[in-house]
């Protein structure tokens, strides 16, 4: 029953940390999220694919980079307690994956 409690806590933790991060991560990215919008209301039907593709996709990895930049300064504020919360559970993100990778 302990173990049913424990499992329970820890994706709690997991999922707060979770929704923390998505808030981060849409503020960081909201302006660019804006303009992609706006790229592809002023695009004509036949201006969607082909280079109008192409631009998306730049505009895309852009915001992918500004997520990853978000994620990773607030981290180095040590906000991110994710991993320090889950020493609790008796495995970190990492140690779950080597995990999976094995089976």
Do not use: W, Y
């Amino acid at each position: 029953m302990e173990d049913l409690h424990t499992a329970t806590a820890c994706e709690a933790d997991q999922s707060t940390e979770v929704d923390r991060v998505i808030a981060v991560v849409m503020k960081a990215i909201e302006g660019d999220v804006r303009r992609i919008a706006e790229a592809l209301v002023l695009k004509r039907d036949d201006q969607l694919l082909g280079p109008g593709e192409f631009d998306l996709r730049r505009k895309v990895l852009g915001m992918a980079s500004h997520m990853l930049e978000a994620t990773v300064n607030d981290r180095k504020k040590g906000v991110s307690r994710f991993q320090h919360d889950l020493s609790h559970c008796g495995e970190t993100p990492a140690s779950s994956s080597n995990a999976a990778r094995r089976s």
